[in-house]
């Protein structure tokens, strides 16, 4: 199928794009990387007035390290981030959540903005984001406000993003040095949507633990365990913590049922 008829913008600035977004009322679609945006367009799922194409726009893509966090532009390709020194360096369960990224094709053209702006909450960002306490930077014709991911996520497919807002920067604290992290994801195939996921993260700083889990698939929005990080912050990673931590996570998740798996 093709898309309804829509303008077509290619603004150079972030300004630039946010006045547009302004000036359509709500009824204009940031342009990130497409993966998303293009196939409901094609199924005519969403019938915008106008496409905000944002692949012009230098200020929205690279990686920087600021005061011990890693600050990403919006339009950062996943393929990028994939190969990046420093997200190796500083945010390996980033780079291993990464490679479960649907397909080459797809790392090469997606961004790290627009899969949290996008929500979807079996996608992997949008769990690790949540599970290491990341924030994003909206503009809009009336400033800058930064967001949590309690705040951002609302539901599915949804969050709190105004329709003149845009999502220009993904910040994420460095995990520290020694850090274990782990990202498990189940799919029928690799590259399809996932199932369920997880994203794990866990240091040591003296004798105390810290724990950081955060699912992808069980729910309107990436859940995070916290009471499950605190038994393994309570009582460290013997098998009876484990295994304890792990009843308490299902009793912490609620997925929908649907025609792929049962909410058991």
Do not use: C
Request: no cysteine.
């Amino acid at each position: 199928m093709k898309p309804p008829r829509f303008d077509y913008h290619a603004p150079r600035s972030i300004d630039e794009a946010v006045a547009l977004l302004a000036r359509y009322g709500g009824d204009a679609k940031p342009l990130a990387g497409g993966q998303s945006l293009v196939p409901l367009l094609n199924f005519r799922l969403a019938r915008p007035a106008a496409l905000i194409d944002l692949n012009r726009i230098p200020a929205l893509a690279g990686i920087r390290e600021v005061d011990g966090q890693v600050a990403f532009g919006a339009m950062t390709r996943q393929r990028t981030v994939e190969f990046s020194p420093v997200v190796t360096r500083t945010l390996p369960l980033l780079a291993e959540a990464t490679r479960w990224v649907g397909h080459l094709p797809i790392r090469s053209r997606g961004t790290i903005g627009g899969s949290i702006a996008h929500a979807d909450p079996s996608a992997e960002y949008p769990a690790v984001f949540t599970a290491l306490d990341g924030t994003v930077v909206a503009r809009g014709p009336k400033g800058e406000r930064v967001l949590t991911p309690a705040e951002l996520f609302e539901t599915y497919l949804t969050t709190s993003l105004a329709p003149d807002e845009l999502l220009t920067e993904v910040r994420l604290p460095a995990m520290p040095s020694g850090a274990g992290w782990a990202f498990e994801e189940f799919a029928r195939r690799h590259g399809d949507f996932a199932i369920v996921g997880i994203a794990a993260a866990l240091w040591r700083d003296g004798g105390r633990w810290t724990a950081r889990l955060a699912t992808a698939g069980t729910g309107p929005v990436p859940a995070r365990l916290r009471g499950a990080e605190e038994i393994i912050e309570r009582d460290g990673v013997g098998d009876k913590a484990v295994a304890a931590a792990a009843t308490r996570a299902a009793e912490l998740v609620q997925p929908d049922a649907d025609l792929h798996a049962s909410a058991d």
